[in-house]
């Protein structure tokens, strides 16, 4: 049980490009997704909260309009990067908390690689 | 800000090797997870302590929540290939608050 879908798995685009990550949590109802970011070699960082139906929380240092996020049902959300460009390559991983759960459950992650 | 203090950050064990790491903080934790990731995957919860001084196993996984609430410990008995990968320790801070902080990591290297 608990299994979080991530798609795509991965993804190259030209600079400029707006590209739209989802997260679906495929057996369990998410009250809240996570949205983190991960550099090679290196631990994952809090991009922004969200719960169904409200807006997301962002952490400091984020751009709400470069990271759009939608959390519409409560079996997915999704991360819109705006006019992607090299230096938002990275490697995205969503999560999803149940409602009785104290744990996240982790997609497989998003290669976004901006040429 | 709140942070976890990991170590070790790298191991390099022979196979059937025991491994342990361990995580520190100045902050007490009310939820304390441990996670694997392996190449190109998101992160696998392995175990999840909630209260202090809880000892819990799954397998070969042995992880300990601080009696301080500060602290945790992973053990893995009689190591394989399989094991091979990068772990995470993360922790919450309080029931009320969605968010889990996470340590930078152990990767774990297993020598045939």
């Known amino acids: 049980g608990a299994v979080v879908s991530q798609h795509p798995s991965w993804v190259i685009c030209k600079s400029g490009t707006s590209v739209k990550i989802e997260c679906r949590s495929l057996?369990?109802?998410?009250?809240?997704m996570f949205w983190y970011r991960q550099f090679p070699k290196q631990s994952l960082m809090l991009m922004a909260t969200?719960?169904?139906?409200?807006?997301?929380?962002?952490e400091q240092g984020v751009e709400k309009d470069k990271f759009l996020i939608n959390h519409a049902s409560l079996t997915l959300s999704t991360l819109t990067v705006t006019s992607a460009h090299p230096e938002d390559s990275s490697f995205y991983i969503c999560?999803?908390?149940?409602?009785?759960?104290?744990?996240?459950?982790f997609g497989d992650g998003t290669r976004l690689s901006i040429l | 800000g709140q942070q976890l203090n990991q170590s070790p950050q790298s191991m390099f064990i022979q196979e059937g090797e025991d491994v342990s790491m361990n995580c520190t903080s100045s902050?007490?934790?009310?939820?304390w997870l441990w996670y694997k990731q392996e190449p190109g995957e998101g992160p696998v919860l392995l175990i999840a302590?909630?209260?202090?001084?809880e000892l819990t196993s799954n397998g070969r996984l042995t992880a300990q929540f601080g009696i301080t609430r500060k602290d945790s410990f992973l053990n893995i008995s009689a190591s394989i290939p399989s094991d091979v990968g990068i772990y995470f320790c993360?922790?919450?801070?309080?029931?009320?608050?969605?968010?889990?902080?996470f340590g930078k990591g152990t990767r774990l290297h297993i020598l045939p």
């Open positions: 057996d369990f109802q998410a009250t809240t």
């Open positions: 993360a922790g919450q801070l309080s029931w009320r608050d969605d968010k889990i902080i």
């Open positions: 302590l909630y209260k202090a001084g």
């Open positions: 999560s999803a908390r149940g409602v009785f759960e104290q744990g996240q459950h």
């Open positions: 969200s719960n169904e139906g409200s807006k997301a929380t962002y």
């Open positions: 902050s007490i934790f009310n939820t």
